[in-house]
Nanobody, 122 residues
Framework: QVQLVESGGGSVHEGGSLRLSCAASGFTFRSAWMWWVRQAPGKGLEWVSRISPRGGSTDYADSVQGRFTISRDNAKSTLYLQLDSLKSDDAAVYYC???????????????RGRGTQVTVLA
């Protein structure tokens, strides 16, 4: 079965950086679009970033454009998200989610891990 395990979260001050990882198993990782989504307290899931199966295409939400970088290592079945210049609004639980083998603009995020908490201190 699909397993996604996020790690790398923590507490950082505003302006700081974190690198999140997501170890994937149970499916052909190199064939799947992968997503990072987040959920702040009292809010719904918010799409953050996505990456194509071979990593040649990436996209970001406007709120993180220029500050976050998504990448993947298909040999290790691992997805990454580099978070730089963190703001208080970035505080949330971050999840990686498995997408389809093609880009689906209406992707649901039902296949996701348990998440990793990012806390941004003033």
């Amino acid at each position: 079965q699909v397993q996604l395990v996020e790690s790398g979260g923590g507490s950082v001050h505003e302006g700081g950086s974190l690198r999140l990882s997501c170890a994937a198993s149970g499916f052909t990782f190199r064939s799947a679009w992968m997503w990072w989504v987040r959920q702040a307290p009292g809010k719904g899931l918010e799409w953050v970033s996505r990456i194509s199966p071979r990593g040649g295409s990436t996209d970001y939400a406007d709120s993180v454009q220029g500050r976050f970088t998504i990448s993947r290592d298909n040999a290790k079945s691992t997805l990454y998200l580099q978070l730089d210049s963190l703001k208080s609004d970035d505080a949330a639980v971050y999840y990686c989610a498995k997408g389809r083998t093609y880009y689906d603009p209406n992707q649901d995020f039902n296949l996701r891990g348990r998440g990793t908490q990012v806390t941004v201190l003033a």
